[in-house]
């Protein structure tokens, strides 16, 4: 499997680099460093795309391009239990706060270049997509009441056929079966992952450029609303005008 600098190393190479990250995480901390520098750190020493880790799949990178940097830095803080602040840490890992207000430069060459262009892969194609469908939901949801029309369960429907043109259902089995997945009743975390990501591009194809630059700047201002300002994300909102 290719790893996240877009190379193929040895299982040997592989698992020398990643736990070179793990101690240089720890070894870090003890000495001084911020514990957010350090993370950063160790996410560039890091190599593995995928990996399983006490029985629970970690899929770092979706359809080999987006970097999906905190359930990276998840990972890497449980190996740092007990040197990492318990709130710091929550902040950083569900609600995307970072202690530290890096600049935009800081954090790319914390990390490296390629995966800083993963990273922005993930926001503008799963982060902004996820936010995109939010912000169309509550249009459709405020359409509604204004029409005294209260019942929820087709919304998504809606939202789906307005940004994408067509159901959830019909998209679903189209990414399925071109990812020559299984046609489940379910979807799990990392598959829903991978969809929202592969919506994100579709989008891309289907709508002109005047409709994608609406709709991404409509996703960036809900991501401002719901209090996704702080941190690197500034500097995203900032570059569309948002900040």
């Not at 990414?175 to 990501?197: A, N, P």
Request: aromatic share 10%.
């Amino acid at each position: 499997m290719t790893g996240l600098d877009n190379q193929k190393p040895s299982p040997q190479l592989t698992l020398f680099g990643d736990a070179e990250a793990i101690r240089h995480l720890e070894q870090a901390i003890v000495s001084g460093t911020h514990w957010y520098i350090a993370l950063l750190e160790a996410i560039g020493l890091w190599t593995t795309a995928e990996e399983t880790h006490d029985g629970r799949t970690y899929r770092y990178l979706i359809d080999g391009g987006a970097f999906d940097w905190l359930l990276l830095a998840e990972r890497l803080c449980e190996t740092a239990d007990g040197l990492v602040p318990d709130d710091e840490r929550n902040e950083l890992l569900f609600q995307g706060k970072p202690p530290l207000n890096l600049t935009t430069d800081e954090f790319k060459k914390i990390i490296g270049r390629t995966k800083y262009q993963q990273y922005l892969n993930y926001f503008y194609g799963i982060t902004v997509e996820e936010a995109l469908m939010l912000a169309v939901q509550q249009e459709v949801r405020k359409e509604r009441r204004t029409l005294g029309l209260n019942k929820e369960s087709d919304y998504d429907n809606e939202v789906y056929q307005r940004i994408y043109g067509a159901t959830k259902a019909v998209l679903l089995k189209c990414f399925r079966q071109e990812k020559g997945y299984r046609q489940l009743k379910s979807i799990g975390l990392t598959e829903l992952k991978e969809f929202t990501y592969w919506l994100f591009k579709y989008r891309l194809k289907q709508c002109d450029k005047a409709r994608v630059a609406s709709d991404t700047k409509k996703a960036l201002q809900q991501l401002k609303v719901k209090g996704f300002s702080n941190g690197l994300v500034t500097n995203e909102l900032s570059n569309q005008g948002l900040s």
